[in-house]
């Protein structure tokens, strides 16, 4: 590539080899970027928040930061180059932005037809898009899980409770499905109970498929009797986890229990978590199961 | 089978040979038990509508019928007797009943066990055992579209407007998806734009995935400019199709409108409508497209 590269020396990293330079973290919305800032600078790395206006909450602000609109791309590479960014780390959820309503930049306005590909597809296609840009541009793009793997789901139960036999059954199936939609950019997300697939994860996200599922059981379009059924989540087969691993937090184990189910299952160390402690907590109130399946072990258990 | 099997003979049909026993229509809900009766009765057959208490509305009472209820095996065998038939056809939409809370009669007890193993897996499993039911007990199960091929979407579209060049990528697209998913039991349904999938369809139904769309948009979670999308619809790979078709009405089309959809895609010879004059005022009246797709010559539209 022949696109000017910036020296990663920034103002705060002076001389010093072995001093790294800050973490820039550009923050979607969520309780994620607070998470990843506290445990860099537990290392002893500082960090400096890129946040995205309109999306960012207030948690980043204690650190060093810029606000940056998610079009404009010129803006957020310049204030992470003057903050002496090299690594970039994008973490927090996005609402899927409107190119079009969006106010973009001139350096944005030099990759819009590039940027109106990208939109062409699915989000895959669109994230993978994005780090490519970054790279261009000298960055190093890093993943979440990489600077701090204590947000990554261990293999096993975090809760109480534990998946029974039928549990297992439906988890390997919906795990199946998953993978059989894997091309498609589409089903991250799904419930399952009493071997039935009763919910697949599209462009509402998991918390609209699982106030869905809350809906369907007060309606009586949902008919299980007792607490049954799992959310089941896994990583498209072909997913950048640099940029969009799944994720669960307290939030997901409160829309579980009120959709009346018996817990969560996703894939140890390809998912995020937010808050463990919290998510351990109330899925201990709730009598919610939360696993980690060893994806590389799966067996049929049926 | 050893199960005693009563003469197919009728109090109508008399002794002519020629002579159809009347068709028993057990009819659920919607408006597809009576278009099949008048279809059934202008070709000279006389019909007995077998109706879904709770479910099936007052349409077929001007013919003759017995009502039933879905749990009373027993009773829509001893009805269906009783009235000559010997051919029935399931019709109509069916609220997945709850086993424990529908009253049982004493041949459904006996039958309990096996209706708690179909209840286990998903429709298709249920769908067949009910149909295996009934024919050990001497009955013959008619598809709808036997009885009344113009029930069945042809192929080409229905609408003045027809999908362009990029609908027909979507509408491939979807496709694929649907039979990567059809092992699996589910999303008989999918709405695709601008080559991303966005809803898939669960136990929700198609209305309720055509709804949630509606309300993405509303709530901005989908951002489409302008009239983008298609419902794409087709039958699971091995559904049994003489009693659980894909269908479309009146109603399909206006929430595809609401929805801001741009039409509606489904297989030709696999899909039922109900009121087609209807469907067709209606997509015109909101430019819609409404397409039977040719599922033996589909192409690779990318």
Redesign the interface.
């Known amino acids: 590539m022949s696109e000017t590269v910036t020296s990663p020396a920034g103002p705060e990293t002076g001389a010093g080899q072995a001093e790294p330079t800050p973490l820039g973290i550009i923050a979607g919305a969520g309780a994620f970027p607070l998470a990843l800032a506290k445990a860099a600078t537990a290392q002893g790395r500082a960090v400096h928040g890129l946040l995205l206006k309109g999306i960012a909450g207030q948690d980043l602000t204690v650190y060093p930061h810029s606000w940056v609109g998610i079009g404009q791309f010129g803006a957020i590479l310049k204030a992470a180059r003057r903050a002496g960014c090299r690594d970039l780390v994008f973490i927090g959820s996005l609402?899927?932005?409107?190119l079009?309503?969006t106010m973009p930049d001139l350096v944005a306005l030099k990759h819009i037809p590039e940027m109106a590909r990208l939109?062409?597809?699915?989000?895959d296609h669109l994230l993978r898009g994005v780090a490519r840009l970054f790279e261009r541009q000298g960055f190093r793009l890093l993943a979440a899980q990489d600077v701090a793997p204590e947000l990554l789901m261990p293999v096993g139960p975090l809760s109480r409770r534990v998946p029974d036999h039928e549990d297992l059954v439906d988890i390997a199936?919906a795990l199946?499905?998953m993978r059989?939609?894997g091309?498609?950019?589409?089903?991250q997300g799904?419930?399952i109970g009493?071997?039935?697939?009763?919910?697949?994860?599209?462009?509402?996200?998991t918390d609209?498929m699982l106030e869905?599922c809350a809906a369907?059981r007060v309606s009586?379009?949902?008919?299980w009797?007792k607490a049954i059924g799992t959310l089941v989540k896994a990583p498209k087969p072909n997913q950048d986890r640099r940029i969009d691993l799944p994720a669960i937090g307290p939030a997901t184990v409160e829309k579980a229990a009120a959709a009346g189910l018996r817990g969560i299952a996703v894939i140890a160390g390809s998912t995020l978590m937010v808050e463990p402690q919290e998510i351990i907590r109330l899925a201990d109130r709730h009598g919610l199961f939360v696993v980690g399946v060893d994806a590389t072990r799966e067996v049929d258990h049926d």
Chains 1, 2 share one sequence.
Request: hydrophobic residues 40%; aromatic residues 6%.
């Open positions: 609402v899927r932005p409107n079009w309503t939109y062409r597809g699915g989000d199936q199946a499905a059989a939609l091309p498609y950019d589409v089903g799904m419930v009493a071997k039935r697939i009763v919910a697949v994860e599209g462009a509402e996200g609209g869905r369907m009586g379009r949902l008919k009797g």
